[in-house]
């Protein structure tokens, strides 16, 4: 049964106030969608929330933390009763820290847990007791090129990346021995321009930058709204997440020695940190958009990406984590 349109569809997105799920809301909402922007940044919402109206889209702002279960439960009630129904459901919300494991604290990876991995049971559980009453709706849960191959100073963010790929597996399995008709498709990102290098938890000297290359939040968002239409088992966003997955396959102890260095350096700009505020257990006030400082950096779609999205027989390349495709 195909899913209907964008424009006919009721979305949640999740970490819809700045970055990748600013970009993912604001493309549905250019297809005429009824998008459900989830965070905690309300000036943030407000603004994307008008960004969709502008483009002929619809939008309910929903202001919630995503690590409390209760008011995920919430939110998604709020869309039922406003639009009826919830057709696709998008995890993207994130919090991580960037340390070293010794100077991260129990509080800190509980609360990178907490968010961007809890927050991503939350958000299914809730998209779930809507969905399978209806046998039908798809779930996105945005994943990373880190769920496969951890680097260094980012151990928070890739082992709840890791958990989140671990829960879907399940799911996944649970859904297809029961004959659901409910979609569930995981998408694993490369770097991408954020806001997230400025307003995450730095506690190293230098201030961070994301490893290159980096993609626009648009490509991503685009690859996205595909997999929410096509629904593969698993997609492989870019070259770098490809790569990152097969070498973690094939030479994992080699990758361990080579990332040590090759992934510590790159991470860092020649400035000190001079950080005074975080978005770890707080929001800040004002938008920070969806791009990070560092837009003529910024890449569209490689080849990978093109191929996969554009040229069906040639996108099911060997995948060491895919079966078939769903």
Not at 197 to 202: C, D, T, Y
Not at 256 to 263: E, F, T, V
């Given at each position: 049964?195909?899913?209907?349109?964008?424009?006919?569809?009721?979305?949640?997105?999740?970490?819809?106030?700045?970055?990748?799920?600013?970009?993912?809301?604001?493309?549905f909402g250019a297809q005429r969608a009824k998008v459900a922007l989830l965070a905690r940044n309300s000036d943030a919402l407000a603004a994307a929330a008008e960004e969709?109206?502008?483009?002929?889209?619809?939008?309910?702002?929903?202001?919630?933390?995503?690590?409390?279960?209760?008011?995920?439960?919430?939110?998604?009630?709020?869309?039922?009763?406003?639009?009826?129904?919830?057709?696709?459901?998008?995890?993207?919300?994130?919090?991580?820290?960037?340390?070293?494991?010794?100077d991260t604290t129990a509080a800190e990876y509980r609360r990178v847990t907490d968010v961007t991995?809890?927050?991503?049971?939350?958000?299914?559980?809730?998209?779930?007791?809507?969905?399978?009453p209806r046998d039908g709706g798809t779930i996105v849960q945005v994943g990373s090129a880190?769920?496969?191959?951890?680097?260094?100073?980012?151990?928070?963010?890739?082992a709840a990346k890791a958990a989140v790929r671990g829960f879907t597996d399940s799911l996944r399995s649970e859904l297809i021995h029961d004959g659901s008709h409910v979609r569930l498709t995981h998408v694993?990102?490369?770097?991408?321009?954020?806001?997230?290098?400025?307003?995450?938890?730095?506690?190293?000297?230098?201030?961070?930058?994301?490893?290159?290359?980096?993609?626009?939040?648009?490509?991503?968002?685009?690859?996205?709204?595909?997999?929410?239409?096509h629904a593969p088992r698993e997609m492989l966003v870019g070259g770098p997440?490809?790569?990152?997955?097969?070498?973690?396959?094939?030479?994992?102890?080699?990758?361990?020695?080579?990332?040590?260095?090759?992934?510590?350096?790159?991470?860092?700009?020649d400035k000190p940190n001079d950080q005074q505020q975080d978005i770890l257990f707080e929001t800040m006030p004002g938008d920070p958009g969806a791009h990070g400082p560092y837009r003529d950096r910024e890449r569209g779609p490689d080849l990978q990406l093109r191929l996969r999205t554009h040229f069906s027989s040639l996108s099911r390349y060997p995948n060491p984590s895919d079966g078939e495709e769903t």
């Open positions: 049964m195909a899913p209907p349109t964008s424009r006919e569809q009721v979305i949640v997105v999740t970490g819809a106030s700045s970055g990748v799920g600013r970009a993912v809301a604001r493309a969709i109206r502008q483009t002929g889209g619809h939008a309910l702002v929903l202001p919630t933390d995503v690590a409390d279960a209760d008011a995920v439960e919430r939110a998604a009630a709020a869309v039922e009763e406003r639009w009826g129904r919830i057709d696709t459901w998008v995890n993207v919300a994130m919090a991580t820290v960037l340390a070293r494991v010794t991995y809890l927050g991503y049971v939350h958000g299914t559980l809730a998209a779930l007791r809507r969905m399978l880190l769920a496969y191959r951890s680097i260094p100073l980012q151990s928070a963010y890739c694993h990102l490369p770097a991408v321009n954020t806001p997230q290098s400025e307003r995450q938890r730095n506690k190293m000297p230098k201030q961070q930058q994301p490893v290159p290359p980096l993609f626009s939040p648009e490509t991503i968002a685009e690859a996205i709204l595909w997999a929410a239409r997440t490809l790569q990152a997955v097969w070498g973690q396959k094939f030479i994992p102890g080699v990758l361990d020695r080579y990332l040590a260095k090759a992934a510590w350096d790159p991470q860092f700009l």
